[in-house]
C-alpha cells in the first residue's frame, strides 16, 4: 500500500513534464523541424522555479494562493484517478465525483487569480475560459456517466472493473462515443488545438495564456506544472478507457500506462499537425457537438439495459 502510493506520486511528479515534451517532440517531426529536446519542460519549470516574483499593488492574496490552490487541489485530484492499476490506493465510494470537481476547483482559482489583477485583458482571457468550461464540463459529465451507468456505481475502481473487455470495441460502441468526447473535453480543457494554440501569442485569439500573463517566477512554474498534470490525468482516464488495465500487476500496469498516455500524446501531436485553430466563435459549437455526442452515448446506453 505504501509503496503504491509512494509509486503514485513519482508518477504525478515526473511524468507529466515528459508526456508535454513528447507532444512537441511529435509535432516538431511532423512539420520536419528537430524542435526542443525531449526534457525542455523540466529545463523550464527549474528555471522558473529559481526566478522571483513581481506583484501587481492591485492584486491581493487570491492573486498569490491561485497557483498553489490550483495545483494542490489537481495533485489530490491524481491521488483519486487510479495510474497503473483499475484502482487507485486512495479510492473511496464516489470518488469519480470528487474527482471531477477538484479539476473544476483548481480551474475556478486559476480564474480568480487572473480576475485579482484588475486588468481588463486577463478579465477577457478569464471570461473566455469560463465560458468555454462551462460548454465542455456538460460533455465531460455525460462521457463518466455513460461508463458509471453499466457499473452501477460512481467509484472508479467499480468502474473499471466493469468495462468489458472481452467483447470491447464496436460490440459496445457507448465506449467509443464516450472516449471521443473525452477526447474532445481533453482538447479543450487543455488549450490544444483545435480549440487553442497553447504556443500562440497573439492577443485576441489567447484563452488559458491570457489569465497568466501576470504571473512569473514559481508562481507561473505551479501553474504551467498544473497544466501538465491537468493534461496527464485527463489522458490517463481515456487509458483506462481504451486499454484493459491490470487489477493486481503493478508493474505491468506501469508498462500499460506509459504505452497508452504515449499514445493519447502522439494522437494529440498529429491533431495539431493536421487540423486548423477553429475561430473563437465556433469552439462553442466543437464543444456542443461533443456533448450531444455523449448524449446520443447515454441514450445507447440504456438501451437493452446495458452498453
Same mark, same amino acid.
Given at each position: 500500500?505504501?509503496?503504491?502510493?509512494?509509486?503514485?506520486?513519482?508518477?504525478?511528479?515526473?511524468?507529466?513534464?515528459?508526456?508535454?515534451?513528447?507532444?512537441?517532440?511529435?509535432?516538431?517531426?511532423?512539420?520536419?523541424?528537430?524542435?526542443? $529536446?525531449?526534457?525542455?519542460?523540466?529545463?523550464?519549470?527549474?528555471?522558473?522555479?529559481?526566478?522571483?516574483?513581481?506583484?501587481?499593488?492591485?492584486?491581493?492574496?487570491?492573486?498569490?494562493?491561485? $497557483?498553489?490552490?490550483?495545483?494542490?487541489?489537481?495533485? +489530490?485530484?491524481?491521488?483519486?484517478? !487510479?495510474?497503473?492499476?483499475?484502482?487507485?490506493?486512495?479510492? *473511496?465510494? =464516489?470518488?469519480?465525483?470528487?474527482?471531477?470537481?477538484?479539476?473544476?476547483?483548481?480551474? *475556478?482559482?486559476?480564474?480568480?487569480?487572473?480576475?485579482?489583477?484588475?486588468?481588463?485583458?486577463? =478579465?477577457?482571457?478569464?471570461?473566455?475560459?469560463?465560458? *468555454?468550461?462551462?460548454?465542455?464540463?456538460?460533455?465531460?459529465?455525460?462521457?463518466?456517466?455513460?461508463? +458509471?451507468?453499466?457499473?452501477?456505481?460512481?467509484?472508479?475502481?467499480?468502474?473499471?472493473?466493469?468495462?468489458?473487455?472481452?467483447?470491447?470495441?464496436?460490440?459496445? !460502441?457507448?465506449?467509443?462515443?464516450?472516449?471521443?468526447?473525452?477526447?474532445?473535453?481533453?482538447?479543450?480543457? @487543455?488549450?490544444?488545438?483545435?480549440?487553442?494554440? $497553447? @504556443?500562440?501569442?497573439?492577443?485576441?485569439?489567447?484563452?488559458?495564456?491570457?489569465?497568466?500573463?501576470?504571473?512569473? =517566477?514559481?508562481?507561473?512554474?505551479?501553474?504551467?506544472?498544473?497544466?501538465?498534470?491537468?493534461?496527464?490525468?485527463?489522458?490517463?482516464?481515456?487509458?483506462?478507457?481504451?486499454?484493459?488495465?491490470?487489477?493486481? @500487476?503493478?508493474?505491468?500496469?506501469?508498462?500499460?500506462?506509459?504505452?497508452?498516455?504515449?499514445?493519447?500524446?502522439?494522437?494529440?501531436?498529429?491533431?495539431?499537425?493536421?487540423?486548423?485553430?477553429?475561430?473563437?466563435?465556433?469552439?462553442?459549437?466543437?464543444?456542443?457537438?461533443?456533448?450531444?455526442?455523449?448524449?446520443?452515448?447515454?441514450?445507447?446506453?440504456?438501451?437493452?439495459?446495458?452498453?
Amino acid at each position: 500500500m505504501i509503496l503504491e502510493i509512494i509509486e503514485q506520486i513519482a508518477i504525478l511528479l515526473f511524468v507529466p513534464p515528459l508526456f508535454i515534451g513528447i507532444i512537441n517532440k511529435m509535432k516538431a517531426w511532423a512539420a520536419g523541424r528537430k524542435g526542443a $529536446p525531449l526534457f525542455q519542460f523540466y529545463f523550464d519549470l527549474w528555471k522558473l522555479l529559481k526566478k522571483g516574483e513581481v506583484y501587481s499593488r492591485t492584486a491581493t492574496w487570491i492573486f498569490t494562493a491561485g $497557483p498553489i490552490i490550483s495545483l494542490a487541489s489537481i495533485f +489530490c485530484a491524481g491521488f483519486i484517478l !487510479p495510474l497503473a492499476l483499475s484502482s487507485s490506493p486512495l479510492g *473511496f465510494k =464516489g470518488d469519480i465525483i470528487l474527482f471531477a470537481y477538484l479539476l473544476a476547483f483548481g480551474h *475556478f482559482f486559476i480564474l480568480l487569480s487572473a480576475l485579482d489583477t484588475g486588468s481588463s485583458f486577463e =478579465g477577457m482571457g478569464a471570461s473566455r475560459g469560463a465560458a *468555454f468550461s462551462a460548454f465542455s464540463e456538460p460533455a465531460f459529465f455525460l462521457s463518466l456517466a455513460i461508463l +458509471c451507468i453499466h457499473a452501477k456505481s460512481v467509484t472508479f475502481k467499480d468502474v473499471f472493473h466493469a468495462l468489458p473487455w472481452a467483447t470491447w470495441g464496436f460490440a459496445h !460502441p457507448v465506449y467509443l462515443v464516450a472516449a471521443l468526447a473525452l477526447f474532445a473535453v481533453l482538447l479543450a480543457e @487543455n488549450s490544444r488545438i483545435p480549440v487553442d494554440d $497553447p @504556443n500562440t501569442h497573439l492577443e485576441l485569439t489567447m484563452i488559458h495564456e491570457v489569465m497568466v500573463l501576470d504571473h512569473g =517566477g514559481p508562481d507561473l512554474a505551479f501553474i504551467l506544472y498544473g497544466s501538465s498534470l491537468k493534461f496527464f490525468l485527463q489522458a490517463v482516464l481515456l487509458v483506462h478507457l481504451l486499454l484493459p488495465l491490470p487489477s493486481t @500487476n503493478w508493474y505491468f500496469g506501469i508498462f500499460y500506462l506509459f504505452i497508452g498516455v504515449f499514445g493519447v500524446g502522439i494522437l494529440v501531436a498529429l491533431v495539431e499537425s493536421a487540423v486548423a485553430r477553429i475561430r473563437l466563435s465556433r469552439v462553442p459549437q466543437f464543444l456542443i457537438g461533443a456533448s450531444i455526442l455523449a448524449v446520443l452515448g447515454l441514450i445507447l446506453s440504456f438501451y437493452k439495459g446495458a452498453p
